[in-house]
């Protein structure tokens, strides 16, 4: 959606690294999140905050971090304790409770 | 966490054919939500069901909640190409959405 930025586009990650994906959003919203999505199985929540300086963990936030110093900004990190990270990454936004969600563009992360 | 089921996971239609996708969950849901990803894109917004039994249309989609808040379905009239990609239910539990696994929809033409 117009307003979420993703980025890279294309993330490679050599084993032992850890890498970073960027999301910027526009949209004054307050809540951002961070979802993976593998063929077959939907999208998982792994990182959300509902404001600033405050995030909580998804269903599958291990090997992952993530920080909320901005409101327009929430960076996800991929640690090397993350053993299978090839997935397509997406950063949504929304104005709160039962809003409709808003997404990125994604980043699609490989292990080389 | 909440589970939602969606059903089937994939489908293919002869373009003009209709379509059908169903979320069911145990539990009462406070709304659902449908979403539509095409091929290398994003999730998209599509429409937000909250009252029980309520049915909404946009143009050839047509969306139900059932009555016991527990199941929800899209259905699509007379399929064309550009309808072709992966629709997704989604539950909000208050901090937190939960997405069915989506139905893949390929449209021959």
């Known amino acids: 959606d117009g307003g979420i930025t993703q980025s890279p586009k294309y993330l490679f990650r050599k084993e032992g690294q850890n890498v970073t994906l960027s999301c910027e959003q526009n949209?004054?919203?307050?809540?951002m999140y961070w979802y993976r999505q593998d063929p077959g199985q939907g999208l998982r929540l792994i990182y959300y905050s509902q404001i600033v300086n405050d995030f909580q963990k998804g269903d599958i936030a291990e090997g992952y971090s993530v920080s909320r110093e901005k409101k327009e900004s929430f960076p996800l990190t991929v640690t090397s304790a993350q053993k299978n990270p090839t997935a397509f990454y997406l950063c949504a936004t929304d104005r709160g409770s039962n809003q409709p969600q808003h997404f990125g563009d994604g980043t699609r992360l490989s292990i080389l | 966490g909440q589970q939602v089921m969606q059903i089937p996971q994939y489908q293919h239609v002869q373009e003009g054919e209709d379509f059908t996708t169903y979320c069911n969950s145990s539990t009462t849901l406070s709304n659902i939500q449908w979403y539509k990803q095409r091929p290398g894109g994003h999730p998209v917004f599509l429409i937000q069901l909250v009252k029980s039994g309520e049915v909404k249309k946009q143009k050839r989609l047509t969306f139900q909640f059932g009555e016991a808040k527990k199941n929800s379905s899209l259905h699509i009239t007379a399929t064309q190409t550009t309808d072709v990609g992966t629709y997704f239910c989604?539950?909000?539990?208050?901090?937190?959405?939960?997405f069915g696994t989506g139905t893949s929809l390929t449209v021959i033409p």
């Open positions: 989604a539950v909000n539990t208050g901090n937190q959405f939960y």
């Open positions: 949209l004054n919203h307050d809540a």
